[in-house]
């Protein structure tokens, strides 16, 4: 499974260690993880543009790890809604997360070329899924992570969420 971990970075003088630790038991268990305090921090950088930066980090992962200080963390809060919206699996305990096993990713991901009709509707792996965005329009190419019940897809473009989609039935 892809993990991200989220917890309190800024004002945090031990987040790095908390952070370590965290990656070196997830690695131990087999996953593959996704730091956001391996970024190295510069001046130039504002919060935003590492917001941005470890969203990008989070949106390519199955599951969230909350460390026990995310409540703390304006930071964290934000992530926890992001995994919230990309329906992944959110840990509170390192020893909640099992080991690795062959499959434990539920979303299906393709990179793909949309086209939407006038009346909204998508046809994507040949069955159709009516556009509850109006962010798409007519022929984009997207980002499509379809959810494990294979009733909704998340439409992402340029690393953001832009959408979501259901499946209907055409007569």
């Known amino acids: 499974m892809k993990i991200y971990i989220a917890g309190k970075i800024s004002g945090n003088p031990w987040y790095k260690k908390e ?12 996953h593959s993880v996704m730091n956001p305090a391996r970024l190295g921090f510069y001046d130039e950088f504002s919060w935003e543009d590492y917001m941005i930066a470890s969203g990008a980090m989070q949106r390519i992962c199955d599951a969230v790890l909350f460390l026990p200080n995310w409540k703390d963390s304006d930071g964290a809060k934000i992530e926890r809604e992001r995994a919230f919206l990309l329906n992944q699996k959110q840990f ?42 109006s962010a798409i329009h007519k022929e984009q190419i997207v980002f499509v992570k379809e959810m494990p019940d294979s009733r909704k897809l998340l ?12 499946k209907v039935t055409i007569a």
């Not at 630790?21 to 997830?26: D, G, I, S, V």
């Not at 990179?111 to 965005?133: A, D, E, F, N």
């Not at 439409?155 to 259901?166: D, H, R, S, V, Y």
């Open 155 to 166: 439409l992402f473009m340029n690393g953001f969420c832009i959408g979501t989609a259901e």
């Open 19 to 30: 952070f370590a630790r965290a990656e070196q038991t997830l690695r131990q268990k087999g």
């Open 92 to 133: 509170f305990r390192l020893e909640d997360i099992p080991q690795k096993t062959e499959k434990t990713s539920g979303l299906k991901e393709k990179l793909c070329r949309l086209v939407v009709s006038p009346t909204g509707i998508i046809t994507y792996k040949k069955s159709h899924y009516w556009s509850l965005s």
